[in-house]
């Protein structure tokens, strides 16, 4: 009995920790068949579709009727995560009908964006003429902005020779700042 009780709490929270950042209810009415490059080729032909794409913001505008986010589209893992940040099919347009805050929402930032694709825009990219598929979104994440750790030339207590001696914190002065 223990442990059945112990194997279904462990997956739970397995399970838990695998959330999709996209509601449950947004993920049902997405295509998954159409892939970006498909979407590049002919966006009108996908119009109507809800799609879930991934990338970095490359810039942000806010107008009258919401919000344009040029992103730089990248893959996404299985929780919405966009991944290989070097990698891009090519850039999309997503209209966000609201308000977010450009200083928030800013060129560098990764989204994972469910939207309702609306055809095709033609703007300037540099000196050519761009084919920007087009969408509305339904539901837009944000990730947090990952920041690098601090350069430590070694683990603490694994190559200190200090470490397991009871008078560790008056030998090294500065133990409390240690991370």
């Known amino acids: 009995m223990k442990k059945r009780l112990f194997v279904i709490t462990m997956a739970l929270i397995f399970l838990s920790g695998c959330a999709h950042v996209i509601s449950k209810d947004i993920l049902k009415e997405v295509t998954t068949e159409i892939t970006f490059a498909e979407l590049r080729k002919a966006p009108k032909a996908y119009q109507g579709k809800v799609i879930l794409l991934g990338g970095v913001i490359v810039k ?18 299985r929780d919405g995560r966009p991944i290989q940040l070097d990698i891009s099919g090519g850039r999309f347009l997503a209209l966000y009908e609201g308000f977010l805050d ?20 033609i703007r300037r990219l540099g000196e050519v003429d ?23 030339p070694y683990p603490w207590g694994f190559w200190d020779p200090w470490w397991w001696h009871p008078w560790d914190p008056w030998y090294h002065p500065y133990w409390r700042y240690r991370h």
């Open 60 to 77: 942000t505008v806010n107008k009258k009727d919401g919000t344009l986010l040029e992103v730089c589209q990248t893959e996404i893992d």
């Open 102 to 121: 450009s200083e928030i929402y800013c060129k560098g930032r990764k989204v994972t964006i469910a939207g309702i694709v609306q055809g095709e825009q």
């Open 130 to 152: 761009y084919h920007y598929p087009y969408l509305v979104i339904k539901e837009i994440n944000l990730w947090k902005e990952e920041y690098p750790g601090k350069y430590e």
